[in-house]
Structure formats: C-alpha cells, structure tokens
Nanobody, 131 residues
Framework: QVQLVESGGGSVQAGGSLRLSCAAS????????MGWFRQASGKEREGVAA????????????YYADSVKGRFTLYQEKRKNTMNLQMNSLKPEDTAMYYC????????????????????WGQGTQVSVSS
C-alpha cells in the first residue's frame, strides 16, 4: 500500500518561498505520476503540478497549472525518495491545504490533473500566505 507523507507547509508573507516535500513508501509500480493538489477553503481541489517518477521516464511529463507556472518547480530527490515542490513568489491566493498524490504514470501526460485518477493521497500540509 502506497503511503505519502507531506511536510514543509507553513505561513509566509507574499513574495516569500516555501518548499514542500512528499515522502513515498510502499510504491510497487516502476513508474508513477506523482503530483501536488491544493484545496482552498470553499473551493474545489486543484491540480498544481505533477511529474513522472521512476523508470526511464523519470522527470518527464512535468505539468504545472497556469496559475503557478514560473513560480513553482517540481523535482524529485532520488537519494531521499522524496518529491519536492519549491514555491517562490507566493501570493495570498496560493493559500490552501496542499496534498501529495500518486497515480498511474500516464496521468502526467493528459495536459491536466484529474483528482479522481489519483489513487493514493497524503494527509495534506497547510500553506498560508499573508498580504
């Protein structure tokens, strides 16, 4: 059973940075699509970024929502077996609970992230950005 544990959330002022990490265990598939979603209070869950991990396609299929392009960077630290989301130039509208999730590898190539296609989820980590 895949287990995902997020860390790195917190509170920052607008323009600041945070780095979220997702530690995965119990992954049996050689390739996966690993992603970050966020859900702000009263809003639907939104796909933020995703990347293929494992196998020959590792690092490919990287997806970013338009709202975070140029500000967020997703990368895998193989040594630590973590997937990290570096968030720069944070805005108040980035405030949300952020979730790490895993899906079959081809979900990264759809051009958008569908929450219903991601079968494993972490508990979430809160990001709060003040103006």
């Amino acid at each position: 059973q895949v287990q995902l544990v997020e860390s790195g959330g917190g509170s920052v002022q607008a323009g600041g940075s945070l780095r979220l990490s997702c530690a995965a265990s119990g992954v049996t598939q050689s390739r996966n699509c690993m992603g970050w979603f966020r859900q702000a209070s009263g809003k639907e869950r939104e796909g933020v970024a995703a990347i293929v991990t494992g196998g020959e396609s590792a690092g490919e299929g990287t997806y970013y929502a338009d709202s975070v392009k140029g500000r967020f960077t997703l990368y895998q630290e193989k040594r630590k077996n973590t997937m990290n989301l570096q968030m720069n130039s944070l805005k108040p509208e980035d405030t949300a609970m952020y979730y790490c999730a895993a899906a079959l590898w081809y979900e990264c190539y759809r051009g958008s992230l569908r929450a219903e296609s991601f079968t494993s989820w972490g508990q979430g980590t809160q990001v709060s950005v003040s103006s």
